[in-house]
């Protein structure tokens, strides 16, 4: 249940209001009964509002649904797997740390962070959030670090160009180390494929074919699964590996019309980017194969035709939910 102070009186101790009852005072509430009171209430209250902000299965959140084009509009690439109370922040692109901020979700919250590449447009938030998230009294103070080979160059960059503004936060504000200079862990995928387990999600990583290393993400748990593209170009591996899912978030560049750029741009453009981002085509053949309940296409930009792509992925076989990315969209199973 929700409590709307628009709807409600309150009353603060010290300034009780009286009651009558035919016509003579009540005895007005001790201050402590009535303390205790509006603490009950306020316990109620956010005990209602923790409920709905803890689901039982997965989330995602779409915190950037853009492209490395800068855009009011739409954040760099970045979205959040939530698994009841446990979150998993995979990219971290331009822009993100404040479309996580309009969202309602706090980035020092969140303890474990993921790159599917890095790409500016996929890590360029970075520092705000590794700093920012544990730069505070009730900052984070355990960090899981995963990604391609860089990852741990990435961090170490981090400390080594700020180490005046860390000693600064430490040794005079009084931070702890924890969660920046220690405890934390990184793990740097190798290979074509590997699997573990990171707070109770089975998570499985899939080598895509894009410009440099990059990882397709699999999260597991409670009989549901939701999977990260990263950007890719086709590849027969990846349908069998995102086979079944709930949701998948995919890389939707030539998805759109590029109507946001002058004509000539924009075909120079799309001809060149179909050497890193996989065709529209392809993009439906992946959703009809990969047959997920929710295709949600990301790394957006300029226009979408989302009728037009519903129909082109229905004609090649997909049955299921076809959705355009928005920052702040919540998507369930």
Known sequence: MFYHARNTKATCPGKLQHYRRGGKPMKKLSRIAALLACL????????????????????????GSGNPQLSPKRANPSALVQYRDKQFLV??????????????????????????????????????FAIGGWGHPAGRRLLNLVGPVGTKTLHQITLDFYKTDLDYRTKVVGLPEEGMRTNVNIRELKGDTEAFE???????????????????????AGGQSVVISGDLTYTPKFAPFAKGADIIVFDGQMSV?????????????????????????????????ASPK?????????????AGNKKLYGDAGYRGEVIEAQDGLRITP
């Open 257 to 289: 019309d590029f109507s946001d750029l002058p004509p000539k741009a924009a075909e120079m453009i799309q001809r060149n980017l179909l050497k890193s981002h996989i065709s529209n085509p392809e993009i439906a053949k992946v959703a009809a194969d």
């Open 91 to 128: 990219d971290c692109g331009s822009g993100a740390i404040a479309s996580m901020l309009k969202t309602g979700i706090q980035p020092g919250k969140i303890t474990n962070m993921l790159f599917t590449h890095h790409h500016t447009d996929h890590n360029a938030d970075y520092w705000g």
């Open 294 to 306: 929710k295709f949600v296409l990301t790394h957006l930009a300029g226009t979408m035709d989302l």
């Open 198 to 220: 990171l707070d109770g999600v089975r998570i499985t990583t899939l080598a895509v074919p894009h410009t440099l290393e990059t990882y397709a993400y699999r999260f597991d």
């Open 40 to 63: 009950s209430v306020l316990a109620l209250v956010f005990a209602g509002i923790s409920a709905a902000q803890t689901p039982d299965g997965f989330v995602v959140t779409i915190i």
